[in-house]
């Protein structure tokens, strides 16, 4: 075989036929006289989709969770449900279950890459992936095509196509983001990519973002007095304790708790609670980072939305060993000594048990860069900025918003309490001048 010819389609029959037998990569690729790797991406790039069709049973969608097996749970759709989730039919567990997990193959993701062949796909749930030499041959074929004519589409829809994704881009949205939004675009995100690159759209590499770097937080040293104080407020709160709650309570919806800090010579700072099974996230405003204004703010938060409803949501806290966060008792009690959540700390050193709230900090990062002063914005400033983030779609949550996540269990009253609404996303605006006033 002559370096550098490309696959036949008597070659890709060859390779069809050798999977269903089970022949291994290597010896494939060496009856049809190409490098292993070649035959791989052969069949990766070429591969399509077959969705199982589940039919209208809302419950079929668990089998496809890796945790099918051993689960247990019940009433997580509702308190009065009397069913096993996997036997019940009321709500999507994509959505509502918060340790859902979809199943994934072997077969799939290693060599054969494929279903063809495969003696279980009868009974397997999750989709099914095949390899057709015809299918494969005409899409080489397109590629070729494609590759010598550049951009193939009218002018007039082109230019449709440059006005949404540039716009989206210069906003602060996400290629992934814009495509899901607009289909009518009919273009995969690796093309959009590869038109900024070569430069055919008004945005420009540089208008891409880049990831957000956070400077690490300097540590504060309490001293000996208050280091034994502090060790008795974590007490039954450590991470091995918020474990032990979480598999007592595997309904809860547990949020995260952190403080931005904008110049360290700031007269106020941000208070940040995230929901990681939706990635909704609120902020509160503070004048300073004492932890008895930390207890105010979330007696704030209880006069919005009332008792009943902070109980709801909030079960319990996770948190860092921040020193703002130490009235415990304060933050699980309120003013009537009203039980109304649990307090729980991380690990020292391990933002990673926490790593949603990090996470998302970086999309209100594009609002307040590191060191950017919180002096001048509004408590409806930060609403407006956390609707806007809460509204943007998220490629982890099966392309589902915070917002809509969220109002799905917890219902638009509480949403509406908390002063947060929801934006279309041609309106969503990711950049600094969504709010007037900056430093």
């Known amino acids: 075989m002559a370096k550098g010819t490309h696959i036949t389609l008597e070659q890709r029959d060859t390779i069809l036929i050798e999977i ?63 069913y096993e989730c996997r036997k019940c039919n009321t709500k999507d567990p994509t959505l509502i279950c918060k340790d859902f997990v979809i199943k994934t193959c072997s077969r799939l993701t290693r060599f054969p890459y494929v279903c063809n062949g495969c003696q279980k796909t009868g009974s397997c749930r999750i989709n099914h992936y095949y390899y057709d030499p015809s299918i494969a041959q005409n899409e080489y074929k397109d590629t070729l095509v494609s590759s010598r004519s550049g951009i193939d589409c009218t002018e007039k829809s082109f230019k449709q196509l440059d006005e949404i994704v540039s716009d989206g881009v210069k906003k602060g949205k996400s290629i992934y983001t814009i495509l899901l939004n607009h289909p009518e675009i009919g273009v995969s995100e690796r093309t959009i990519y590869r038109y900024v690159t070569n430069r055919y759209l008004q945005v420009k590499d540089h208008d891409l973002r880049n990831k957000v770097k956070m400077k690490p937080r300097k540590a504060y040293k309490y001293k000996d007095k208050e280091k034994k104080e502090v060790q008795a407020i974590r007490d039954g709160r450590t991470y091995e304790d918020y474990l032990k709650f979480l598999a007592e309570n595997r309904q809860a919806y547990i949020p995260q708790l952190d403080l931005v800090i904008g110049k360290t010579s700031d007269s106020q700072y941000l208070m940040t609670l ?4 939706s990635n909704f996230m609120i902020g ?13 703010a979330f007696n704030l938060i209880q006069d919005r939305i009332g008792i009943d409803n902070f109980k709801n949501i909030f079960p ?57 002063s919180l002096n001048n914005v509004t408590q409806n400033e930060i609403d407006l900025i956390f609707s806007h983030i809460n509204s943007y779609n998220r490629e982890i949550k099966g392309g589902r918003t915070p917002y ?22 041609d309106d969503i605006n990711l950049t600094k001048s969504l709010i007037r006033k900056f430093k």
């Open 316 to 372: 319990a806290i996770l948190t860092d060993r921040g020193r703002e966060f130490v009235k415990a008792n304060e933050i699980e009690f309120d003013d009537n000594g009203e039980l109304r959540t649990k307090v729980f700390y991380c690990n020292a050193y391990s933002s990673s048990q926490k790593a949603e709230i990090e996470r998302n900090h970086g999309l209100f990062r594009y609002f307040f860069h590191q060191g950017e």
């Open 274 to 277: 995230i929901f990681p099974f």
């Open 20 to 82: 269903k037998k089970g022949t291994f990569l290597k010896e494939i690729a060496r009856k049809i006289g190409k490098d292993p790797t070649s035959v791989s991406k052969e069949i990766r790039k070429h591969r399509y989709m077959k969705q199982v069709k589940r039919g209208d049973y809302i419950r079929s969608y668990c089998y496809i969770c890796s945790k099918v097996k051993e689960c247990t749970k019940t009433k997580v759709c509702s308190t009065s449900c009397v």
């Open 404 to 425: 809509e996540i969220f109002e799905f269990i917890f219902g638009s009253e509480i949403l509406d309490l908390l002063n947060i609404r929801k934006v279309a996303f």
């Open 284 to 296: 509160i405003l503070v004048p300073n980072k004492e932890a008895s204004t930390i207890v105010l």
